[in-house]
């Protein structure tokens, strides 16, 4: 799916979503970035992936800066049962990104400024803390 803000693929033989970040949001993108992630997660599981052994990469070296509120509604939207991927891989280019990120994070989250070490790890067989 293509999207003024992002893009998202799935993955299914790897039950990896990839999605790509980019511009200035406000409200209405995180809106249907929500419900975008919410049909390629049906389509995956739909393929035979299961809900539990779902990994996303978040490409975000492109994305600004964004808002307190678009944060907020961020988080929001994207903490929900569901959406929540097992590992989930950020790639970022800025420390001020990488600040923003860490206020929304989910537990198995990691950060990445290396798009091919992330995935690297998103596919490790790695014990989870």
């Known amino acids: 799916m293509h999207a003024d803000h992002f893009d998202i693929t799935i993955d299914a033989s790897r039950s ?3 999605v790509t970040m980019r511009g ?7 809106e249907r970035y929500e419900q975008a992630v919410g049909v390629a997660v049906a ?3 739909s393929a035979g992936c299961r809900r539990g052994n779902l990994l996303a990469l978040v490409d975000a070296r492109k994305l600004n800066t ?3 509120n678009v944060i907020a509604e961020f988080k929001a939207r ?3 049962e569901g959406l929540l991927p097992r590992r989930l ?3 970022l280019s800025s420390t001020l990104s990488k600040r923003q990120v860490e206020r929304i994070a989910i537990l198995n989250q ?3 400024v290396d798009e091919s070490d992330a995935l690297s790890w998103l596919l490790s067989e790695e014990v989870e803390t």
């Open 16 to 18: 990896l979503l990839h």
């Open 24 to 30: 200035h949001w406000m409200t209405e993108p995180v």
């Open 43 to 45: 389509g995956m599981l």
């Open 66 to 68: 964004q808002s307190q």
């Open 78 to 80: 994207m903490h929900r």
């Open 89 to 91: 891989a950020t790639v």
């Open 110 to 112: 990691r950060l990445f």
